[in-house]
């Protein structure tokens, strides 16, 4: 996973580095959507052919979670949707979380604070914290059968 502390030398020596077009304008991205995919489609080609970095790069962009919109890994992407991709764009894998401690209440946070989905571990620890927040169960207890009959004699 690449991180703030990782080496990114590599976004300099991509082949789209400097290059106008990988990033449509919104105003294009907003009104004309079939014209981002007409512009992109020889750049998401180049991306598949030329470029050593794509799942490096997909890695670093986070399409999908940041509502990106652009040539992306070999593919066209638009408000984080994949609308297109490359004949030849490798297969893309999940990717990890940046969530840090899954499992913990800080893995919980930090999933809604990205705006991922919870990770099953982190699933479970929001829900044992719902559980706990709700406190105990307001069940009416029955009367032991002592406390029956002394409220009838009292009676």
Not at 34 to 50: N, Q, S, T, W
Not at 59 to 69: A, L
Not at 108 to 123: F, N, Q, S, Y
Request: aromatic share 4%.
């Amino acid at each position: 996973m690449i991180t703030s502390t990782s080496s990114t030398a590599w976004t300099s020596a991509a082949p789209c580095a400097g290059i106008d077009g990988y990033l449509p304008s919104e105003d294009l991205v907003r009104r004309h959507p079939d014209e981002v995919l007409k512009a992109c489609g020889p750049l998401m080609d180049d991306c598949a052919a030329l470029c050593p970095f794509v799942l490096q790069c997909y890695e670093r962009v986070r399409p999908q979670s940041n509502g990106f919109d652009g040539v992306c890994a070999a593919r066209t992407w638009i408000n984080g949707r994949e609308v297109a991709a490359a004949e030849d764009a490798p297969a893309l894998s999940k990717l990890a979380s940046r969530a840090g401690t899954c499992g913990t209440s800080s893995g919980v946070k930090a999933h809604r604070r990205l705006g991922e989905p919870l990770c099953g571990e982190c699933r479970v620890t929001a829900q044992r914290a719902e559980v706990r927040r709700a406190g105990a169960a307001s069940i009416r207890k029955r009367a032991s059968h002592g406390d029956r009959q002394a409220r009838t004699r009292a009676s």
